[in-house]
């Protein structure tokens, strides 16, 4: 199962990787920033992150509602079709959805980590 996962996600997986890439970008200078003094941007940068989370969660629910577009389509086309080939192809068109909601999951830990440390950086505790 998990071997065909990012491959079957189809088109869409190219742009979800370009957003995860800026996303570990955003929170690798987030983090770097962090221990420096105080830094007007570095909030701003630690923002970013959950903008490039979710998007990358909305690419994926585009890339759900596109897969089941056209599979739809396909099977309008091949007339009657086994109910085990389309639940397998309503499976395989959520993934991208899956990666993208693990990815936006991933952003909203990084934030709110970040979050408590430049808090607790600037004396104002916790979350």
Do not use: C
């Not at 959950?50 to 056209?70: E, K, R």
């Not at 309008?76 to 990666?99: C, D, H, N, Q, W």
């Amino acid at each position: 199962m998990f071997h065909d996962f990012f491959p079957d996600m189809g088109f869409i997986r190219y742009p979800m990787y370009i957003a995860t890439v800026f996303m570990v970008g955003a929170i690798a200078q987030a983090a770097l920033d962090v221990r420096k003094p105080v830094n007007p941007r570095s909030s701003m940068r630690t923002h970013t992150i959950l903008i490039w989370g979710f998007l990358n969660a909305l690419l994926g629910v585009l890339g759900t509602v596109l897969g089941m577009a056209l599979a739809g389509g396909s099977i309008e086309r091949a007339g009657a079709v086994e109910m085990t080939l389309v639940a397998g192809g309503l499976k395989v068109s959520l993934y991208p959805t899956i990666f993208g909601l693990l990815l936006l999951t991933f952003a909203v830990v990084a934030w709110l980590v970040l979050q408590a440390l430049q808090r607790r950086g600037k004396g104002q505790g916790a979350i």
